[in-house]
């Protein structure tokens, strides 16, 4: 798949829309490593290091994660694009729930177009309280549990907002550098920006576990993530193909159908939704108990019990709850997404059949067997990969392993756009080789 690169280059249009991908992706990592105003960037810097050692730094590393190491660091693009993920899961849920969302759903490109706008509205609201949120930790010296020092310069009520509103404004930049990228560019615009934002990480991670571990102790982490990339990839790209056979129809003089094809259901369906659903999920109970910690004082005794298991990746309380949700997140979002009633529907539109099954509801009753079938090794295989690192601290001592305490998840979205993103691009070159044919 690599050898679409070249070609691609070579095109003048791939070209621009390849550069036009990298401009952006090099501006939001430039707004990642801005400051905010009013923040003590230095205090900031120095306070990351004393609690990335601690016992509660996956939690950190967790909530990090997705904006690249921006969250921490309260930049201009610290809220990232978390807001557009959630709300883009919320409206997917509305449409099972309000029936209008299903119609614009059903209304072709211009329902579309409604539901994106929705979307939108609901991400910068989720922004506002996101940002609100970080800022009001922060100033009670919470985000960085740990560090004596004040990482805000200013503490007032108008500094405080100009903070919310920086950051607020930075995440609908992300935002519309994710939709440039998608209608622009090369590949998905939100997915490469998690990517981007994961894949800057490795170099840093990598150097820790070398001056902490040694060579053969990081040798050993290499080799142990290539085999989980070589299974990530493997199953990725694992199908059920489900066997389709359209009767002929005569149309005017013409005679159309007759063909067979198939309909290809994937072993993992869901991607990587689950495990930011689960990793979302398991960081709410942590948040609530700082928002609501008294500055001074022994902790009450739920609070503790959320610090002891709902927050060190190593616990095995952590580790079966995190598994157990990305399973169940995953039967989840497949239930909502893939709806065999509809499949059914219009293979019986266009006069399609499954070999063996009547048209109507017993296909949809087989297209739901077989998707529940080959949702448990899918949902198994994101629980594994997910929480591998996890098991790894568990028996291991000393802060550096905790660098790879969310590796299994940075591998599986980093592989899983790897390949979406190169397809899409495989797919763009066809279309220009078909174009240069005809002409």
């Given at each position: 798949m690599?050898?679409a690169f070249?070609?691609?280059?070579?095109?003048?249009?791939l070209?621009?829309k390849i550069l036009?991908?990298l401009?952006?992706?090099?501006?939001?990592?430039l707004?990642a490593?801005?400051?905010?105003p009013?923040?003590?960037?230095?205090?900031?810097?120095?306070?990351?290091?004393?609690v990335s050692?601690?016992e509660?730094?996956g939690?950190y590393?967790l909530?990090d994660?997705?904006s690249g190491?921006?969250?921490?660091?309260?930049?201009?693009?610290?809220i990232g694009?978390?807001?557009f993920?959630?709300a883009s899961?919320?409206t997917?849920?509305?449409?099972?729930?309000?029936?209008?969302?299903?119609e614009?759903?059903?209304?072709?490109?211009?329902?579309?177009?409604?539901?994106?706008?929705?979307?939108?509205?609901?991400?910068?609201a989720?922004?506002v309280?996101q940002?609100?949120?970080?800022?009001?930790l922060?100033?009670?010296r919470q985000?960085?549990?740990?560090c004596?020092?004040?990482?805000?310069?200013?503490t007032?009520?108008?500094?405080?907002l100009?903070?919310v509103?920086?950051?607020?404004?930075?995440?609908?930049l992300v935002?519309?550098?994710g939709?440039?990228?998608?209608?622009?560019?090369?590949?998905?615009?939100?997915?490469?920006l998690i990517?981007?934002?994961?894949?800057?990480?490795?170099?840093?991670?990598g150097?820790s576990?070398?001056?902490?571990r040694?060579g053969l102790?990081?040798?050993?982490?290499c080799g142990?993530?290539?085999?989980?990339?070589?299974?990530v990839?493997?199953?990725?790209?694992?199908?059920?193909?489900?066997?389709?056979?359209?009767?002929?129809r005569v149309?005017?003089r013409?005679?159309?159908?007759?063909?067979?094809t198939?309909?290809?259901?994937?072993?993992?369906?869901a991607?990587?939704?689950p495990?930011?659903?689960?990793?979302?999920?398991?960081?709410l109970?942590n948040?609530?108990?700082?928002?609501?910690?008294?500055?001074?004082?022994n902790?009450?005794k739920?609070?503790?019990l959320?610090q002891?298991?709902?927050?060190?990746?190593?616990?095995?309380?952590?580790?079966?709850i995190?598994?157990?949700l990305?399973v169940?997140f995953?039967y989840?979002?497949?239930?909502?997404?893939?709806?065999?009633?509809q499949?059914?529907?219009e293979?019986?539109?266009?006069?399609g059949f499954?070999p063996g099954y009547?048209?109507g509801?017993?296909?949809?009753d087989?297209?739901?067997?077989?998707?529940?079938?080959?949702?448990l090794?899918?949902?198994?295989?994101?629980?594994?990969v997910?929480?591998?690192?996890?098991?790894?601290?568990?028996?291991?001592?000393g802060?550096?392993?905790?660098?790879?305490?969310?590796g299994?998840?940075?591998v599986?979205?980093?592989v899983?756009?790897?390949?979406?993103?190169i397809?899409q691009?495989?797919?763009?070159?066809m279309?220009?080789?078909?174009?240069?044919?005809?002409?």
């Open positions: 690599l050898s070249v070609p691609a280059v070579r095109t003048p249009d070209r621009r036009f991908t401009g952006l992706l090099a501006l939001y990592r707004g490593a801005l400051p905010s009013g923040v003590d960037y230095k205090s900031v810097r120095s306070c990351i290091g004393l050692g601690g509660s730094a939690i590393q909530i994660l997705f190491g921006a969250m921490l660091q309260l930049s201009v693009f610290a694009i978390v807001p993920i959630t899961i919320i997917q849920l509305l449409t099972v729930v309000i029936p209008r969302f299903e614009l759903r059903t209304e072709g490109q211009s329902g579309q177009a409604r539901i994106t706008q929705y979307t939108r509205y609901v991400a910068m989720l922004a309280l940002a609100t949120t970080l800022v009001a922060a100033a009670r985000l960085l549990r740990g004596p020092k004040n990482i805000l310069a200013d007032s009520l108008f500094g405080m100009i903070i509103l920086v950051m607020t404004a930075g995440a609908a935002m519309w550098f939709e440039q990228i998608t209608e622009r560019g090369v590949g998905n615009g939100m997915s490469l990517f981007t934002g994961i894949a800057v990480r490795i170099p840093n991670q150097k576990i070398v001056d902490s040694g102790t990081f040798a050993v982490v142990t993530i290539f085999l989980l990339i070589v299974a990839i493997f199953i990725e790209q694992g199908q059920r193909r489900i066997p389709v056979q359209y009767a002929k149309v005017g013409k005679m159309y159908g007759g063909s067979s198939y309909l290809p259901l994937k072993v993992n369906q991607s990587v939704i495990v930011i659903f689960a990793s979302s999920l398991l960081y109970p948040l609530l108990a700082q928002l609501t910690q008294k500055s001074s004082g902790p009450a739920w609070q503790g959320i002891k298991y709902l927050v060190n990746p190593s616990s095995p309380v952590y580790v079966g995190y598994f157990a990305i169940f995953t989840f979002y497949v239930a909502i997404t893939f709806n065999p009633e499949r059914a529907d293979m019986k539109k266009f006069g499954i009547r048209p509801k017993p296909t949809a087989y297209l739901n067997f077989v998707s529940s079938r080959i949702t090794p899918g949902s198994i295989y994101l629980g594994a997910a929480v591998l690192p996890n098991l790894l601290l568990h028996f291991s001592s802060s550096p392993a905790q660098d790879l305490a969310f299994g998840t940075s599986l979205i980093v899983s756009v790897g390949i979406d993103t397809k691009l495989e797919s763009q070159l279309n220009k080789n078909y174009t240069g044919f005809l002409r």
